[in-house]
Nanobody, 126 residues
Framework: QVQLVESGGGSVQAGGSLTLSCTAT????????MAWFRQVPGKEREGVAL????????YYADFAEGRFTISRDNTKNTVNLQMNRLQPEDTAMYYC???????????????????WGQGTQVTVSS
């Protein structure tokens, strides 16, 4: 059974940085879509960043481009999200997710991801 466990959330002031980590257990695949999503109460879950393999292309939502960096360490089965220049509007619960069988064209829609972590809260104060 696949388990995804996020860590690294917390509270920071605007302009600060955080690094989120997602550790996967129960499988070892270097080639599958891994993504970070976020959600605030009352809003739909939205994609933040995704990648297929450690050396492949990455994709970022417009709000994340230039500030966030997604990376993957297959030796540790982890996917990280480095977040810089955080703003109050980045406050949300952040989730790690995995999709399989999609090939290298990773989807950006939450319903296309079958495994999810429990989430880690990021709070940015002004």
């Amino acid at each position: 059974q696949v388990q995804l466990v996020e860590s690294g959330g917390g509270s920071v002031q605007a302009g600060g940085s955080l690094t989120l980590s997602c550790t996967a257990t129960g499988y070892s695949s270097a080639n599958n879509c891994m993504a970070w999503f976020r959600q605030v109460p009352g809003k739909e879950r939205e994609g933040v960043a995704l990648l297929y393999d450690a050396d492949g292309p990455t994709y970022y939502a417009d709000f994340a481009e230039g500030r966030f960096t997604i990376s993957r360490d297959n030796t540790k089965n982890t996917v990280n999200l480095q977040m810089n220049r955080l703003q109050p509007e980045d406050t949300a619960m952040y989730y790690c997710a995995a999709a399989y069988g999609t090939g290298s064209l990773c989807p950006m829609w939450p319903h296309q991801y079958s495994d999810w972590g429990q989430g880690t809260q990021v709070t940015v104060s002004s």
